[in-house]
């Protein structure tokens, strides 16, 4: 028996009255550090009533608020997770891989869905970040090509939804051939006439940002978004100079004409499906 936590902490919460508050009611903003209601951040779309901060959105959240009705198809990505390096750090690739898929319930970073919004079938590509950084290696690769062909053969909008640290460095060079493959699916869009929409959300970066990432036919970030390759502070060490504060913000870079639109989180399905009605074949 633990004296204390069996005697001594039950007398003191009876002595005070205070009842213990299950941890997962709350949530702290990662940016002020304000306790946040998790039911009410969840209504808020995870963006923080009291500093505007858009934390991160979980994939069945980001679509209910997307499609319409709260519907949607999944596409299903024919391919297994591989590690064609036998890769090993700390840990196993495999063993990592097998973790994120406990944790996150989804077989890699990347998912395909299909549904309306705002009465348009459209076809989503969406990164998790929760899933090993949204690294892209084969599978993510792979799920963005079906995603491009789905779109073609339905003949619909093709929206990508990025939020990644770039290629995934376990799989070596198969991760980055996946840069000019994601490209050739964008260029697969393109001659077929089907629009291609790129939303980048916090934060998109690496090979990422460097293939499918920055080729939308319109390019819309969310508000408050980390955007670049390399790192902030690397750029400064290989320039030898100062960069802005704001610099790689989803801002700096509609200031200076890399991005068509910066949308607040809650305007983003009204935005999406505005656009998608201009762009429809
Ligand atoms: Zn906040």
Redesign the pocket.
Known sequence: MNWLTDFVKPKLSSLVGKKETPSDLWTT??????M?YRSELEKNFYV?S????HMYVDIDSRFRQLFDEQKYDFIEIPIENSDPLEFKDLKKYTDRIKEAQKKTNQKDAAIVATGKMGGQLVCIFLLDFSFMGGSMGQYVGEAFKIGCQKAVELQCPFISISSSGGARMQEGLISLMQLPKTVAAVNLLDKEKIPFISLLTHPTTGGVSASFAMLGDIIIAEKGSMIGFAGKRVIEKTINEQLPEDFQTAEYLLDHGMIDMVVHRKELRDTLSRVVSFVKK
């Not at 009291?50 to 901060?53: I, M, V």
């Open positions: 903003c990662s940016k002020c550090n304000l946040l923080c009291h500093c505007d901060q």
